[in-house]
C-alpha cells in the first residue's frame, strides 16, 4: 500500500482531534452509574483512592475518566496510527460503523444506562471506541497491511519507549478496560486483506484460524507487559519464560472468552484453576513475617501462580513478585475488579496474606532476603510504604475452603511452637 500524504495525514490528525475534543466535553456532564450487565465496571467514587491509582495517565482507553484530561501527544499518536493505517474519511467511518455496531450494548459494557446517553453524541463514543480497539491492536499485535507512515510511527525510536511505559499502566485500569468483543472485530477487521474492504465484504460469524492466532498475540503479549512475575517461572519443575507459559496454558482462543484484558491479566497471575470464594469462612489473620520466623516457620519463594501457595512441613511457599512502580495500581485494580465483577477469591486470598506478613520494615526485609519480593522501588521503606497504601479501602470479599484450611494450620503450627519453645525455657529454669 502506498504511504499516505504527510499533508493529508496532518489534515485528517487534525479534524479527528476535533471530535476527541468533543467528547471529552460531552463525558463531562455524563453521569455513570452501574448496571447488572457490566463487563468493565465503574468504580463508586468511595473506591478510587489513592485516585491516581484509578485514573488513566495519557493513553486513557475505554470511557471514563476522559472527561477530566485534556488531550496529550499520546492521544494525538493514537489518531496519526489510525490515519497512517489508511483509515481516512469515509473509510475510518465505515469502520467505526463496523466495529460498535450496536452502541447501547457497548455502553452497557462500561455500566452506562441508555436513558442517560443523551449527552452523547452517538457518532462519538464509536469514533472514541474504535479508536481504542484499533490502537490496543497496532501496540501489542501485527497486521498485514502496515503503511510505511505507519511502521515509521509505531518504530522509531521517540515512539517505542513512550508506548511501552504509558500503554503498560492503561491497560490495567479496571474501568477503563476495552470489551474484548470490540477487540474481536478490529482483529477480523486487520487480519489478511480485509482492512479496508467494506463491512458487508468482511462480515461473518466465525473466526478463522488466521484471526484466532492474532488475538491470541496481541493478549499474551499484553499479559506479558503486565505481568508482576519475573522473566523466569518454575512450573513442575520446569523453567519458563513468560511468554513460553502463557503458550503451555492457554491455547489459541482460549483467551477470547475472557472479558477483557484485566480478565486475562488475572487469569495469569492466579493460574488456571478455579478458585471460588466462601464468603461464610471467617477471616483468620496469622501473624506478621519476623514473628513466623520466631516460631521457626520459613518463608520461601517459588516461582509461579498464585495457585501454588502452600504450607508444608513447617515452611509457607509464596511465589515471588516484581515490587515496581506499576505494582500498586495493577494490584489495587485486580482486587476490586476479582471482589466486584467475579466469583474467585484466589488474588485477594494472595493479598490478604501479604497483607497479614507485613507489618513492619523488618517484615518487608525478611521477604525481600527471602526472595518473595525482588524490590525495585529503591529501598525497603518505600516497599513498606506501598504495601501499606495498598491496605486501604482493601475489600474482604471471603476465602476459599483450602486457603482457609491453611491459614488454620499456620495459626495451629505457631501455637505448638510457642507452646514447645515455653516449656522449653521452662526446663531449663529447673
Same mark, same amino acid.
Given at each position: 500500500?502506498a504511504a499516505i ?7 485528517e490528525a487534525?479534524?479527528?482531534?476535533d471530535?476527541v475534543t468533543?467528547?471529552q466535553?460531552a &463525558?463531562?456532564r455524563?453521569?455513570n452509574?452501574m448496571?447488572e450487565?457490566v463487563?468493565?465496571?465503574? +468504580? ?5 483512592s ?6 488513566p495517565?495519557?493513553w486513557r482507553f ?6 477530566a +484530561? ?13 490515519a497512517?493505517f489508511?483509515?481516512?474519511? @469515509?473509510?475510518?467511518d465505515? /469502520?467505526?460503523?463496523?466495529i460498535?455496531?450496536?452502541c447501547?450494548r ?5 455500566g =452506562?444506562?441508555?436513558?442517560l446517553?443523551t449527552?452523547?453524541n452517538?457518532?462519538q463514543?464509536? #469514533?472514541l471506541l474504535?479508536l481504542?480497539?484499533l /490502537?490496543?491492536?497496532?501496540r501489542f499485535?501485527?497486521v ?7 511502521e ?7 515512539? $517505542?519507549?513512550?508506548?511501552?511505559a504509558l500503554?503498560?499502566g492503561d491497560? %490495567?485500569?479496571l474501568?477503563?478496560q ?7 472485530k %478490529?482483529?477480523?477487521?486487520?487480519t489478511?486483506n480485509?482492512?479496508?474492504?467494506s463491512?458487508?465484504?468482511t462480515? !461473518?460469524n ?5 484471526? $484466532?492466532?492474532?488475538l491470541?498475540?496481541i ?5 506479558e507487559?503486565?505481568s508482576?512475575?519475573?522473566?523466569? =517461572?518454575? $512450573?513442575?519443575?520446569?523453567? #519458563? !519464560?513468560?511468554?513460553?507459559y502463557?503458550?503451555l496454558?492457554?491455547?489459541?482462543g482460549?483467551?477470547?472468552?475472557c472479558r477483557? *484484558?484485566l ?6 497471575i492466579?493460574g488456571?484453576k478455579?478458585?471460588a470464594r466462601v ?5 483468620? @489473620? ?7 520466623k520466631k !516460631?521457626? $516457620?520459613? +518463608?520461601k ?8 501457595i502452600s /504450607?508444608r512441613?513447617?515452611?509457607?511457599? *509464596?511465589p515471588?513478585i516484581?515490587?515496581e512502580?506499576k505494582t500498586r495500581?495493577?494490584?489495587?485494580n =485486580?482486587?476490586?475488579?476479582? @471482589?466486584?465483577?467475579t466469583?474467585?477469591?484466589? /488474588?485477594n ?8 506478613? *507485613?507489618?513492619?520494615?523488618n517484615?518487608?526485609?525478611l521477604l525481600?532476603?527471602?526472595g %518473595? ?11 513498606l ?5 495498598? @491496605?486501604?479501602?482493601? *475489600?474482604?470479599?471471603?476465602?476459599s475452603a ?11 503450627h505457631?501455637?505448638t511452637?510457642? +507452646?514447645?519453645?515455653?516449656?522449653c525455657?521452662l526446663?531449663?529454669c &529447673?
Amino acid at each position: 500500500m502506498a504511504a499516505i500524504d504527510s499533508d493529508a495525514h496532518r489534515v485528517e490528525a487534525k479534524a479527528q482531534l476535533d471530535w476527541v475534543t468533543e467528547v471529552q466535553s460531552a &463525558l463531562r456532564r455524563y453521569q455513570n452509574y452501574m448496571d447488572e450487565e457490566v463487563l468493565v465496571f465503574k +468504580l463508586p467514587d468511595y473506591l478510587r483512592s489513592p485516585p491516581e491509582d484509578f485514573t488513566p495517565k495519557e493513553w486513557r482507553f475505554g470511557l471514563h475518566n476522559r472527561g477530566a +484530561l485534556h488531550v496529550g501527544g499520546s492521544e494525538a499518536m493514537k489518531i496519526s496510527a489510525a490515519a497512517a493505517f489508511g483509515l481516512v474519511g @469515509s473509510a475510518w467511518d465505515d /469502520f467505526c460503523d463496523e466495529i460498535v455496531d450496536d452502541c447501547g450494548r457497548v455502553l452497557k459494557s462500561y455500566g =452506562l444506562h441508555d436513558q442517560l446517553t443523551t449527552n452523547f453524541n452517538e457518532r462519538q463514543v464509536k #469514533y472514541l471506541l474504535a479508536l481504542d480497539a484499533l /490502537f490496543l491492536v497496532l501496540r501489542f499485535g501485527s497486521v498485514s497491511q502496515v503503511t510505511p507512515a505507519l511502521e515509521s510511527l509505531l518504530q522509531s525510536p521517540y515512539a $517505542i519507549p513512550r508506548l511501552q511505559a504509558l500503554a503498560l499502566g492503561d491497560i %490495567v485500569l479496571l474501568e477503563n478496560q476495552i470489551p474484548m468483543e470490540l477487540l474481536r472485530k %478490529v482483529v477480523k477487521k486487520c487480519t489478511g486483506n480485509n482492512c479496508l474492504q467494506s463491512a458487508s465484504s468482511t462480515h !461473518t460469524n466465525d473466526d478463522t484460524a488466521e484471526e $484466532i492466532e492474532a488475538l491470541d498475540k496481541i493478549l499474551k503479549e499484553a499479559m506479558e507487559c503486565a505481568s508482576p512475575f519475573p522473566d523466569q =517461572l518454575i $512450573i513442575d519443575g520446569n523453567d #519458563y !519464560t513468560i511468554r513460553e507459559y502463557l503458550n503451555l496454558t492457554y491455547n489459541p482462543g482460549t483467551l477470547g472468552s475472557c472479558r477483557h *484484558i484485566l480478565d486475562c491479566v488475572h487469569n495469569m497471575i492466579c493460574g488456571p484453576k478455579d478458585v471460588a470464594r466462601v464468603p461464610t469462612h471467617p477471616h483468620l @489473620s496469622i501473624q506478621p513475617a519476623m514473628s513466623l520466623k520466631k !516460631t521457626g $516457620i520459613r +518463608l520461601k519463594k517459588i516461582s509461579g501462580t498464585l495457585e501454588h501457595i502452600s /504450607f508444608r512441613r513447617g515452611c509457607l511457599y *509464596i511465589p515471588c513478585i516484581d515490587l515496581e512502580d506499576k505494582t500498586r495500581a495493577l494490584f489495587h485494580n =485486580l482486587s476490586l475488579y476479582e @471482589s466486584l465483577c467475579t466469583d474467585s477469591c484466589a /488474588f485477594n486470598q494472595y493479598m490478604l496474606l501479604m497483607l497479614d506478613l *507485613i507489618h513492619s520494615k523488618n517484615d518487608v526485609k525478611l521477604l525481600i532476603d527471602c526472595g %518473595v519480593i525482588h524490590n525495585h522501588l529503591g529501598n525497603d521503606m518505600k516497599a513498606l510504604e506501598m504495601w501499606s497504601s495498598m @491496605s486501604k479501602n482493601f *475489600i474482604i470479599t471471603g476465602s476459599s475452603a483450602d486457603f482457609h484450611r491453611m491459614k488454620a494450620q499456620i495459626k495451629k503450627h505457631c501455637r505448638t511452637m510457642k +507452646l514447645e519453645q515455653y516449656m522449653c525455657r521452662l526446663c531449663n529454669c &529447673l
